[in-house]
């Protein structure tokens, strides 16, 4: 991978290294800064909108007693969506296992072959993907239409998106 990683909480996360660590002076800086809170603000947004998440340790339980080390393999290979740790504001520091991916049973089935289809493998770009409205859904957001079933049509969807795309 040839990247620093960091173990959180939920798994294994980048960490800043080098350049990445220091914050870019000017005109560069302040637009970097614009669009990091932009960022947050819909990351917010979509975790007030969507509900809960979920600790390690519970998910591990709920999915049939699985390791930790497990649960991070599937992390790793996108089987299952976990939002690494963020300070929101009103909401404090965030992370977990978004709710909305499982069902009274088990992982939202067609979850996995999504998250291999998107583009952008950070998860909070993958969150967004999931819990807003999408243009090549008819205006419907994905995972409704993964827990109708409709595994397909949110694949092929989700192979139309773009990094950074905006609706």
């Known amino acids: 991978m040839g990247q620093t990683l960091l173990r959180s909480g939920v798994g294994l996360w980048p960490a800043a290294t080098g350049s990445e660590a220091s914050q870019p002076d000017g005109a560069f800086g302040r637009a970097l800064e614009r669009l990091r809170q932009q960022g ?13 998440l979920i600790g390690a340790e519970a998910v591990c339980r709920f999915l049939g007693g699985m390791s930790r080390d497990d649960l991070e393999a599937r992390v790793e290979r996108r089987e299952l969506l976990a939002l690494p740790p963020v300070e ?5 520091q965030v992370e977990g296992f978004p709710r909305i991916q499982f069902t009274d049973t088990g992982v939202l089935p067609g979850l996995a072959r999504v998250l291999a289809a998107l583009p952008d493998e950070d998860p909070w770009v993958q969150f967004h993907y999931l819990v807003n409205s999408d243009r090549h859904l008819a205006g419907r957001r994905p995972i409704d239409l993964l827990a109708e079933g409709k595994v397909d049509t949110v694949v092929a969807a989700a192979r139309l998106v773009h990094d950074f795309e905006q609706d």
Do not use: H, K
Not at 42 to 51: E, K, P
Not at 88 to 92: D, F, N, V, Y
């Open 88 to 92: 929101l504001e009103s909401l404090g």
């Open 40 to 52: 947050l603000a819909w990351m917010r947004q979509d975790l007030i909108a969507n509900g809960d």
